[in-house]
């Protein structure tokens, strides 16, 4: 079941947000969390939370969604450095206690059935989730298959294009692979947690709660979990009926 929560803009996604993951900031929970501009609203809240009222990490555990393959982590637009400078660094979550796939190595398939077996051992009990102009949740492009486990992808021509402002706009520095959690992996967190922010996500989210169940928008298999919140700004929602 999906729950619709709409908003006026981003900043007030980032309050609403911060109220649904509050309840899972508790020792023993596992945080399922994401990378991307729609986060960090949320982050810069949890970061604040933390600082003001003293709110623990230390018995947390967290799970990211991907890393870009071949980029070392010392690389600034490593997912590891920006959920290292975005949120880690900033509370008090122990390293040992965060995961994020490695996007180098010898055998990423092997790295990658590795990551999902960490995550059948600590399940996720909420997953953040951003959605692509394209549909994709973590890089699960269209066509994926909704039952895939962590694996390594190609980036589609329109994600290497919004994430372009990221590698000085210039698209011969954007990663063209990355590893991703697979849409399986997703699906098996006990709650879900998708914000969509801004007039470019409007068709994605219109697929995603209104399209059929469909491989050509990823997204769209979040209509069979038990327990997704969707929040959505008002530019996001504009193609809504
Ligand atoms: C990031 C991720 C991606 C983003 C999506 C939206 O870890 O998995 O699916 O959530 O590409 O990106 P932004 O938030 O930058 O619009």
Redesign the pocket.
Known sequence: MIRVIRVKDAAEAAEKAFEVMKEFIKPGKVLGL?????PLGLYAKMVEDHKQNGTSYKEIKSFN??EYVGLPITHPES?YAFMHRNLFDQIDIPEENTHVPSGLGEDLEAQAREYDEMIAESPVDIQL????SDG????NEPGTPFDSGTHVTDLAES?IKDNCRFFDNDISKVPTQAVTQGIGTIMKARNILLIATGANKAKAVKEMLEGPVDESCPASILQRHDSVVVIVDEPAASLLS
């Open positions: 994401a990378t991307g501009s729609t969604l991907d997912y989730l951003g959605i692509g994709h949740i973590a890089f994600t």
